[in-house]
């Protein structure tokens, strides 16, 4: 795969690129669902692509294809090539410097052997486990929209014009139940998964079921509260959101169109002195590791926020070159195109209060379980958007709420944190511990 | 046109016989019913930024996906290898799900009634990139002539061109050419001092590249942009609490889609788990509100000659008067529910299993006249422009967020407000309809609906209507 990869950068530069760059993924999926304890699906496939981008001069084009001949891979050359007529000259564009070039030494434990040998019926059975969990928890568990095994395994190679060739291969396995709830009137569906690189690294099925019922529980009977402005805690889930929209705020490409809120911000206090938020693609066996970026470069722990003043932006080599930065190692990009920007593990350092001494210090105030729709403007941050969760009541959560709205400005919201939690834990690449934010509006009756 | 003039015959040289094969193959081990999904797609993109054309793409993926049912059991394999080995290797995984000998007696292939809802003579991925390119450069330079306080536009232009075909053991043997193309401008806006605002405007279909020439041009999509960006400029914080609500028409059927449409897709109503389960025949919105589902209107977006099963799509009556008639249905479904088909099975690709979908969802016209519903409400919110929207099924609760959007007050729009996220609930909302207006308009065409992770284009359109309370999220 790797002499593949190196082979057709070799072909593009024989037909008249500059500069090149080929991605190749290789992927094979499996997924076994079951509901009411009865096997639903099974769904199992490999599949690959290749990508190619091109340069000539300060002109770039793109091409992707699935056909692996002899013949499919000559037409995305000629594809890619064809298209370097019709860009523009960009005069950032470009492969990143030589010398940043490199992959991470040693095993960051991104694969698992054993997931590919693990046999069907042993998936389907924690599938059933963890439903079967769900539907026992509570006599109020009446239906379910099933739970599922799932396993992926990948291998992804990169390699460019100036010799870079680079190769990793990744396993991941995840379980999770979606029980449905039921009371007089009331109907409410809540979910749970656990996500690892082995099997062994999974989480309970008993534990995953119990869990995802008891958040279908306590959403039943829910009501509409009346408008007002009160402390709003994101639980850890909701939380993450929160951490996304940071991640938009400070991607470079946002800040060199100045469609952030946080550009020309850097080095300014941004935030509540008690944030401190971090990419790190180098933590071993995490979601968001990778021993190099999708340009050649390493990946490395970089420090965004650190104690409410803003560090640095995110970058590839084009934002970089933009902004007059060097890149941080965040290019990503899928089979094709030019790269963009994405995280590695994107996370919040905890803070030192329980989620439980957090509530107490709340005599009224929303807990935010679920939240809905795509109500925030990165270049404002105008932030409204549905939520879902329980209301709190001297220090304790009282009751269910939902068809509520919770709005406010993402700048106001950070620099408004009364509280991090202790409790943060890694599901899936990004993660934040149970936060507190001083006030915002929650839209109801 | 038969399977041996078709693309994946002349391309692939497959044969009949070899789908029997496949067929037989998928039903090895029992089963009743299998398909085999034919995908070859080419798509192309292209983007302008900083009014250069920084980034241009093509290429081309194929697979086909097999998939066999038993009771209410479905085994699904793919393969992005049209060798009659991989093929084979696919219906032989995709054949797990079932035990036991064959059942099922195949019926024999047979070719299915022809229409073309999208005659697009030339696909976009067929012409000239230079013209492509034209319709982004266009767009670009039309939003920055627009007003001076515009300083930033995005266009991106992109294509594609889908053949597909799909074989079943009840005898199914379709074939389908689907084109698509789709312009979206985004453009950033500020005045001296002040923070930058966004505007976005998008839409295409399954149309040619003229559609962009003749009907809606880079110029429109521009101007629309630019403009909203420039509206926003002046916007004051929207209000929060319940509220008249009054929404334009088009894109706004977006309502229709998170508020009643998902609820009423078949797979979760068989399962009991869509707050519309159970309801067919009862009222769940005003009886002014008549909702249809149509894949049938010629070059939209959300149409398709056939749907990813192979059956033909058609016009779907989802609530009429106000009274549930019926869901959406996929083959599964309707086997299970016993009720008709309503051609609404689709996937995302050859690597994902069909499900029940929406088409072009829309809302029919009732008798106001659009002024006289403003006119009509004292203290309100228009809603003029939509963002994206989401809704959980299961408690039928939903939002979408109002990216333009003005207050009403005594009967006139006064001044624009920024985005808000509405939220209601899908059975209880349209309860809350009092007034329909005659100007039904279907959307400009850049729709994308996401369901368990697969994404499909759709439409929506609506008449302007007026929503007696809805919740808005606000601040002021």
């Known amino acids: 795969m790797r002499d593949l990869a190196a082979d057709i950068v070799k072909q593009a530069l024989a037909a008249g690129a500059t500069g090149a760059e080929c991605t190749i993924s290789e992927g094979d999926e499996f997924s076994a669902n079951v509901r009411m304890r009865e096997l639903e699906t099974l769904k199992e496939a490999g599949s690959r692509g290749v990508g190619l981008r091109i340069l000539v001069g300060k002109r770039t084009g793109s091409a992707y294809t699935s056909d692996f001949t002899t013949e499919g891979i000559h037409l995305m050359v000629r594809q890619a090539m064809e298209l370097a007529e019709v860009t523009t000259e960009d005069p950032h564009l470009g492969l990143p410097d030589p010398a940043e070039l490199g992959s991470l030494e040693g095993d960051l434990s991104l694969y698992c052997g054993e997931v590919a040998q693990v046999e069907t019926p042993f998936k389907i059975d924690l599938a059933k486990q963890a439903e079967a969990a769900a539907l026992d928890a509570d006599r109020r568990i009446t239906n379910s929209e099933g ?54 690294g999974l989480e309970k099925p008993a534990d995953i079921g119990r869990i995802a019922a008891e958040r279908a529980v306590r959403r039943l009977g829910a009501v509409k509260v009346q408008t007002q402005k009160v402390p709003v805690v994101f639980e850890p889930r909701t939380a993450r959101s929160l951490l996304g929209n940071i991640f938009e705020a400070v991607h470079g490409e946002s800040i060199y169109r100045h469609a952030s809120f946080l550009a020309g911000k850097l080095g300014e206090k941004v935030a509540s002195e008690k944030l401190t938020v971090i990419d790190d693609g180098t933590i071993p066996g995490l979601f968001g590791t990778s021993p190099f970026d999708d340009e050649g470069v390493p990946t490395r722990r970089t420090v965004v926020i650190e104690r409410g003043v803003l560090k640095t932006y995110l970058v590839n080599t084009y934002t970089a070159r933009k902004l007059g930065m060097k890149t941080t190692g965040n290019a990503a990009r899928g089979i094709t195109g030019n790269a963009g920007i994405g995280h590695g593990n994107f996370y919040m350092e905890r803070g030192s209060k329980s989620p439980e001494e957090i509530l107490k210090a709340i005599p009224n105030g929303f807990y935010v379980t679920e939240l809905m729709g795509f109500g925030i403007n990165i ?15 001297n220090g304790e959560l009282a009751f269910p709420v939902s068809e509520v709205t919770i709005a406010g400005n993402l700048s106001n919201m950070l620099n408004d944190l009364e509280f991090i939690g202790s409790d943060l834990e890694f599901r899936g690449s990004t993660a934040a511990p149970t936060l507190c934010i001083g006030e915002m509006t929650v839209g109801g009756r | 046109m038969g399977l041996s003039d078709s693309f994946f015959a002349s391309r692939f040289n497959i044969t009949e016989r070899d789908l029997e094969r496949y067929l037989d193959e998928a039903l090895s081990r029992g089963g009743d019913y299998a398909d085999l999904y034919f995908e070859y797609l080419a798509t192309s993109a292209i983007s302008m930024d900083e009014s250069i054309v920084k980034s241009a793409t093509q290429g081309v993926s194929l697979g086909i996906g097999v998939r066999v049912i038993a009771g209410e059991r479905t085994g699904y394999a793919y ?66 002539a627009y007003d001076p306080r515009v300083f930033q536009v995005q266009a991106t232009y992109a294509d594609s061109l889908r053949h597909v075909m799909v074989a079943t053991s009840d005898g199914v043997l379709n074939f389908d050419r689907q084109p698509m193309a789709r312009l979206n401008v985004r453009a950033l806006a500020r005045q001296e001092g002040g923070p930058p ?49 009054v929404l334009g028409p088009g894109w706004r059927g977006i309502l229709l889609h998170e508020a009643v449409g998902h609820g009423l897709e078949a797979d979760f109503n068989r399962k009991g788990t869509s707050a519309f389960s159970g309801r067919v025949g009862q009222q769940v919105a005003s009886p002014l509100c008549t909702v249809v589902d149509d894949g049938t209107i010629r070059n939209r977006r959300g149409s398709l000659n056939l749907d990813d099963e192979g059956s033909v799509t058609q016009r779907n009556v989802l609530i009429e008067n106000g009274i549930l008639r019926g869901y959406l249905q996929d083959k599964l479904s309707s086997r299970i529910m016993g009720s008709p088909q309503t051609g609404s099975g689709r996937r995302e690709s050859y690597a994902h299993i069909p499900m029940p979908r929406m088409t072009n969802t829309f809302l029919m016209p009732g008798e106001s006249d659009p002024t006289d519903i403003i006119r009509s409400v004292s203290k309100g919110l228009y809603c003029a422009n939509f963002g994206g929207g989401q809704v959980d099924i299961t408690s039928g609760n939903f939002v979408f967020s109002a990216s333009e959007s003005y207050l009403i007050e005594d009967g006139h729009l006064t001044r624009p407000v920024r985005n808000a996220t509405l939220i209601g609930n899908g059975p209880e909302a349209l309860r809350h309809v009092s007034m329909v207006g005659n100007n039904l308009e279907l959307d400009e065409g850049m729709g994308v609906c996401g369901k368990e992770g697969q994404s499909v284009p759709v439409g929506v359109g609506m008449p302007t209507i007026k929503i007696d309370k809805m919740t808005v999220g606000g601040t002021a």
Not at chain 2, 118 to 127: C, G, Q, R, W
Not at chain 2, 199 to 204: D, F, I, N, R
């Open chain 2, 79 to 144: 393969s992005d290898d049209l060798s009659p080995e991989k093929i084979l290797k696919a219906a032989k995984v995709a054949a797990c799900i079932a035990e036991g000998p064959s059942q099922v007696e195949k019926t024999p292939l047979q070719e299915g009634p022809r229409r073309n809802l999208y005659p697009v003579i030339v696909a976009p991925t067929d012409t000239a990139f230079s013209d492509r390119v034209e319709l982004v450069k266009r767009a670009d330079k039309f939003a920055r």
């Open chain 1, 379 to 393: 270049v404002t941050g105008d932030y409204s958007r549905g939520a879902t969760g329980l209301w709190i009541r």
């Open chain 2, 197 to 245: 605002q966004s505007g976005h405007s998008g839409g295409g279909g399954r149309v040619g590249l003229e559609f962009f020439l003749n009907e809606k041009t880079p110029e429109h999509f521009a101007t629309e942009a630019a403009r909203q960006a420039i509206v926003q400029l002046n916007a004051i914080e929207a209000p929060a609490g319940e509220l008249t609500v």
């Open chain 1, 147 to 200: 739970a599922s095994c799932d396993t992926n395994l990948s291998r992804n190679v990169f390699a460019n014009s100036l010799g870079f060739t680079g190769e990793y291969r990744s396993s991941s396995c995840s379980l999770s139940a979606v029980p449905v709830a039921c009371e007089g009137a009331s109907m409410e569906r809540d979910y749970w998964f656990t996500l690892a690189r082995s099997f062994t």
